[in-house]
C-alpha cells in the first residue's frame, strides 16, 4: 500500500509528526513501517505530552530498588524479599466492552509484574463509572465488575482492595484502573534490558489473532459515536492461558537462561521488541514467519500491532534454547524462536523471505515527539461564607443516614464480594478496610496496600487536590499500622491539546511530587492515560494513586471497628470546620463551588509518624482516617463495623456542630485507647505537639449525644449497606 499524509493523520499522527518520520528515515515509510511509528508515538505508549512534567516526580528513596522505566517498580521490604507493583489504566476498551477490556486489564497488570519475575499476590482497582441515573451505568459496572472477578478469580490471586466512584462526568468515559503487587527475591528480579550479540529471540504464549489491532492508539483518541465501530480494537483475555504462562515463566526464571524478558502490552510485538533493544542500545532482527498465528493470512502490519494477550518477548542465553522449550512445551504454550539480537541498533523484519521493514531504534524511542503543551494555571477558588440559614432544619441523624447511603460512601460489598479476595491463604485485611492487607507467605510479615483518588478536589483545584491524593494514601496506610514505602500513580486526565485540561495534568502532577517528596513517599510506576473525552466533554482530572506499606509483623494490624464498651475515642489532628467541596456541602446544601480543604504537609507527616508510632508501642486497639463525609462518617463506619455505639461528648464550639461533624480537613484520624493508657497516649501527642480533641467513649450500641439524642446503628447499617445492592438488583 501507497503511504501518504492522509494514511498517517489515520494512524493518528499529526502533519508535523509524518513529516519527521519521512526526514528521520530519509525516505516515505511503507505502511508497516508506518504502524509501527504510530504505534510507538502515539500518547499511550511515548508518553509525548506527559514526559516533561513527569520527570519532576521524586522516584528515588532507601527501599527503591527500581523506579519508573521498567515494566513495574520494585521496593525492598527486607530478609532478600522485593514487592513490585504498578497501577495501569483500561479505560477505553472497558468503556467499548465492560467484561473484557476490564478482564484485559487486569490480565495485563499481571503480566507487567511476573515479568519481572514476581509472583502476583494481591490485585486491586480503582473504578469510575458515570452517575447512577445515566441509562449505560448499571451495564457499564456490571460488566467491569465481572471481567475483574471472571480473570483476577480464574488465575487464583486475591482481589484485596479497591475503590468505587459515580460521578456525572464518567458519563461518556469510565475509568477502569488496575493495580497488582508480587513478591521476589532481591536476586531474581529480571529485566527488559537486551544485552549481547546473537542471542535468540523467543515468542512464548499464546498465538497471534486480529484482536487488539491499533488498541494504543484507540487508547489515545477521543471518543465520537462511532464508538461501536471500535470493537475490534478491545483485547480479548484467557485466564487460564495467563495462568500456564505465569508458572512456565516463573520455571524458567528460576534457571540462569533470561537475559531480558517483556511481556506484550500495548502496542504488542512492536512496543516489546522495540524497548529491548532500545534499553540495551542494540538491534533486533525478527522473522515474522515465525510468529505463531492463529488467524490465516495475517500480514507483517497485523502481526507487529496485534495487541493478543498473554504473549511475552524474551531474549535467551543462546544453547539454553531446547531446555527452555521444554518448560513450555510441558505448560502446552507456543514456543518460537523469532529472530535474534544484532549490533545493527534498527529494528529489522522479514516476511517471506522479504526485508519488510528497516527502522533505526533511536527514531522510535530517544527521536519520539516530546511536546511543552500550552497549561492553563487553576485559580484557587473563594471559600464559600456558610451561616446558619445554611443548617437550619438539618438534623445530624438524617444527614448521616443520607450521607452512608451515598453511591460514593456506600459499602461496596456487592462488588467485592464477586472478587475472590481469599485465594492464596494469606489476606488477613480484606476489601471494605483501610487498605487491604497479605501477609507474606510463612513470615510474619505482611503489606498493606491501597488505591485512592479524589477527582472533585482535583477538579476544583488540581493542585491541592495533587497533594490531597497522596496524603488519603499515606493515612490509609497508617491507619492499618503500616509504614508507608512508596506509591504507582495512574493519571487519568481529558484531552491534553486543551490547556485548561493540561494544565489540570500539570498542576496535579505537581501536587503529588511535593506531597511524595516531602512524605519520603515516592512514585516508583505508573501510566497516563489523557483522551479520556467524549464529543468534547472531558472527565473530572483523576489522578488515582496506589500505596504500598509494611507491617513487620502482622500481630499488629490494626482494623477500623471499634472494640471495647469504655475505652476512650480521640481525633487526632485539628478539625477548622472547612465544608469546601465536602460531600456534605455538595449533597446535602447544593453547594458545589469553593476549594477543596487545605493541604498542611507538616501535620500530615507529624500526625501520621505519631499514629504509627503510637501503634507500634500497641497504644491504640482501633484507628480509621477521616476523609469523605468527615468525622462523622469516619465514626459511623467504626461503629457499624464493631457493631458497637459511641457516646459523643459536646463538641468543639468554636464553629457549627455541622461544620465539626461533617468538615472534610485534612490529616486527621480517629483512634480508640484503653482507658489504662490514655495518659501515656496524651504523654506522646503532647510530646510530638499533635493536636487532639477528646471525642467520647465507646458503648454497647447506638450514637449518643450530651443532649441525649440517639441515632440508631442498626439504621446507619441498613443505610450503608443497601444502596448498592438494591440499585442493581432493580
Known amino acids: 500500500m501507497e503511504v501518504n499524509e492522509n494514511i498517517a493523520l489515520e494512524h493518528g499522527l499529526n502533519k508535523p509528526e509524518y513529516k519527521k518520520i519521512c526526514e528521520l528515515l530519509k525516505r516515505t515509510p511503507n505502511i508497516t513501517e508506518l504502524g509501527i511509528f504510530s504505534a510507538m508515538w502515539n500518547e499511550h505508549c511515548s508518553y509525548k505530552s506527559s514526559r516533561l512534567h513527569l520527570k519532576n516526580l521524586p522516584t528515588k528513596g532507601s527501599k527503591v530498588i527500581q523506579g519508573p522505566g521498567e515494566n513495574a517498580g520494585v521496593i525492598d521490604i527486607g530478609d532478600d524479599d522485593a514487592i513490585v507493583f504498578k497501577i495501569e489504566s483500561h479505560n477505553h476498551p472497558s468503556f467499548i466492552e465492560p467484561y473484557q477490556g476490564a478482564a484485559t486489564g487486569v490480565g495485563g497488570i499481571m503480566r507487567d509484574v511476573f515479568?519481572?519475575?514476581?509472583r502476583p499476590i494481591a490485585n486491586l482497582n480503582s473504578i469510575h463509572f458515570g452517575s447512577p441515573q445515566h441509562k449505560k451505568t448499571k451495564n457499564l459496572l456490571r460488566g467491569v465488575v465481572q471481567g475483574i472477578g471472571g480473570y483476577g478469580n480464574c488465575i487464583g490471586v486475591p482481589t484485596v482492595g479497591g475503590q468505587t466512584s459515580f460521578d456525572e462526568s464518567y458519563n461518556g468515559n469510565i475509568l477502569v484502573n488496575a493495580m497488582t503487587l508480587g513478591l521476589v527475591k532481591k536476586n531474581k528480579i529480571f529485566y527488559s534490558k537486551a544485552a549481547g550479540i546473537n542471542k535468540p529471540v523467543i515468542y512464548v504464549g499464546s498465538k497471534t489473532g486480529r484482536d487488539g489491532i491499533h488498541g494504543a492508539s484507540m487508547a489515545s483518541a477521543v471518543f465520537d459515536e462511532k464508538i461501536e465501530e471500535k470493537k475490534p480494537t478491545v483485547q480479548v483475555g484467557d485466564p487460564f492461558t495467563e495462568k500456564l504462562l505465569l508458572e512456565a515463566c516463573l520455571e524458567l526464571m528460576a534457571g540462569d537462561s533470561i537475559i531480558s524478558i517483556q511481556d506484550m502490552g500495548a502496542a504488542g510485538l512492536t512496543s516489546s521488541s522495540i524497548e529491548m533493544a532500545s534499553k540495551g542500545k542494540l538491534g533486533i532482527e525478527l522473522n515474522l514467519n515465525n510468529v505463531p498465528c492463529r488467524e490465516s493470512n495475517m500480514t507483517p502490519y497485523e502481526i507487529m500491532l496485534s495487541e493478543s494477550q498473554e504473549r511475552m518477548l524474551i531474549v535467551l542465553e543462546k544453547g539454553k534454547e531446547n531446555e527452555a522449550k521444554k518448560i513450555f512445551d510441558k505448560w502446552n504454550l507456543d514456543f518460537s524462536i523469532i529472530g535474534k539480537t544484532?549490533?545493527?541498533?534498527?529494528i529489522v523484519l522479514f516476511f517471506d523471505e522479504k526485508k519488510v521493514a528497516e527502522i533505526p531504534v533511536n527514531t522510535l524511542v530517544e527521536n519520539s515527539p516530546m511536546y511543552d503543551r500550552k497549561w492553563k494555571k487553576a485559580k484557587l477558588p473563594k471559600k464559600n461564607k456558610f451561616s446558619k440559614e445554611n443548617f437550619k432544619n438539618l438534623k445530624i441523624g438524617n444527614v448521616l443516614n443520607k450521607l452512608l447511603s451515598n453511591p460514593n460512601i456506600c459499602n461496596k460489598q456487592w462488588i467485592w464480594e464477586q472478587y475472590d479476595h481469599t485465594v492464596m491463604g494469606?489476606?488477613?485485611?480484606?476489601?471494605?478496610s483501610d487498605s487491604g492487607i497479605v501477609r507474606i507467605h510463612g513470615t510474619n510479615k505482611a503489606v498493606a496496600t491501597t488505591v485512592d483518588s479524589s477527582a472533585v478536589y482535583c477538579f476544583a483545584h488540581p493542585l491541592t487536590g495533587g497533594k490531597q491524593v497522596v496524603c488519603e494514601s499515606?493515612?490509609?496506610?497508617?491507619?492499618v499500622g503500616a509504614e508507608p514505602i512508596a506509591i504507582t500513580n495512574c493519571l487519568n486526565f481529558g484531552n491534553p491539546e486543551k490547556?485548561?485540561?493540561m494544565g489540570e495534568f500539570v498542576e496535579c502532577?505537581?501536587?503529588i511530587g511535593e506531597a511524595s517528596k516531602y512524605l519520603n513517599f515516592p512514585v516508583v510506576s505508573g501510566n497516563v492515560s489523557f483522551y479520556n473525552e467524549t464529543k468534547d466533554k472531558g472527565i473530572k482530572p483523576t489522578p488515582a494513586i496506589g500505596g504500598v506499606g509494611l507491617i513487620k509483623d502482622y500481630k499488629n494490624m490494626i482494623t477500623m471497628n471499634f472494640k471495647k464498651i469504655g475505652s476512650i475515642v480521640l481525633i487526632i489532628g485539628k478539625t477548622e470546620g472547612s465544608l469546601d467541596q465536602s460531600i456534605f456541602a455538595r449533597e446535602i446544601l447544593n453547594i458545589k463551588n469553593g476549594p477543596p480543604p487545605e493541604?498542611?504537609?507538616?501535620n500530615e507527616k507529624n500526625n501520621g509518624e505519631t499514629v504509627l508510632n503510637l501503634i507500634k508501642k500497641k497504644l491504640i486497639i482501633s484507628a480509621h482516617d477521616v476523609s469523605l463525609g468527615g468525622l462523622m462518617v469516619a465514626i459511623a463506619k467504626m461503629c457499624i463495623k464493631g457493631n458497637k455505639g459511641i457516646e459523643i461528648k459536646k463538641t468543639n464550639q468554636l464553629i457549627n456542630e455541622f461544620q465539626y461533624m461533617f468538615s472534610e480537613d485534612q490529616g486527621r484520624y480517629i483512634v480508640e485507647i484503653e482507658k489504662e493508657n490514655y495518659k501515656e497516649v496524651k504523654e506522646i501527642l503532647d510530646k510530638s505537639s499533635v493536636y487532639y480533641?477528646?471525642?467520647g467513649l465507646v458503648l454497647d450500641k447506638d450514637i449518643v449525644f450530651d443532649d441525649k439524642s440517639k441515632i440508631s446503628i442498626d439504621e446507619l447499617s441498613k443505610s450503608n449497606n443497601t444502596w448498592l445492592k438494591d440499585y442493581m438488583d432493580n
Do not use: C, H, Y
Not at 544484532?342 to 534498527?346: E, G, I, L
Not at 499515606?474 to 491507619?479: T, Y
Open 693 to 695: 480533641d477528646e471525642l
Open 474 to 479: 499515606w493515612r490509609n496506610l497508617i491507619s
Open 342 to 346: 544484532t549490533n545493527s541498533k534498527k
Open 499 to 501: 490547556d485548561t485540561n
Open 599 to 602: 493541604i498542611n504537609l507538616f
Open 426 to 432: 494469606d489476606t488477613i485485611q480484606k476489601p471494605g
Open 115 to 118: 515479568t519481572m519475575g514476581a
Open 509 to 511: 502532577v505537581q501536587g
